[in-house]
């Protein structure tokens, strides 16, 4: 049994600052890519940055110079630093997690039930 959870959603103003941070639990081997996800009411779901185990990070150009994605390996959790928000990052934002099972060595994809981020003044 794996589990991600998301922490550090809510509401905050334009121009303002949140820090949402994903701690994976359970049977872990090891993870490999980890990723933060968002979806608004009646968008698609889009990556918003990812990180490899090696540290190597990938964004998507609305988050460019806003958003930085970090992770613990200690802690198995990932965080995603979104400063100067803007309405249009209102989303629930969901955690993603590639790794390998410790029961069966098996590489499985994980999400997290995601949290919101609400931009408004």
């Known amino acids: 049994q794996v589990q991600l959870v998301e922490s550090g959603g809510g509401l905050v103003q334009p121009g303002g600052s949140l820090r949402l941070s994903c701690a994976a639990s359970?049977?872990?081997?090891?993870?490999?890519?980890m990723g933060w996800y968002r979806q608004a009411p009646g968008e698609q779901r889009e990556l918003v940055a990812s990180?490899?185990?090696?540290?190597?990070?990938n964004y998507a150009d609305s988050v460019k110079g806003r958003f930085t994605i970090s992770r613990d390996d200690a802690k198995n959790t990932v965080y995603l630093q979104m400063n100067s928000l803007k309405p249009e990052d209102t989303a629930t934002y969901y955690c993603?997690?590639?790794?390998?099972?410790?029961?069966?060595?098996?590489?499985?994809?994980?999400w997290g039930k995601g949290t919101l981020v609400t931009v408004s003044s």
């Open positions: 993603n997690a590639d790794l390998m099972r410790d029961t069966d060595f098996e590489v499985m994809t994980y």
């Open positions: 359970g049977s872990i081997y090891t993870i490999y890519t």
């Open positions: 990180i490899t185990s090696l540290g190597n990070t």
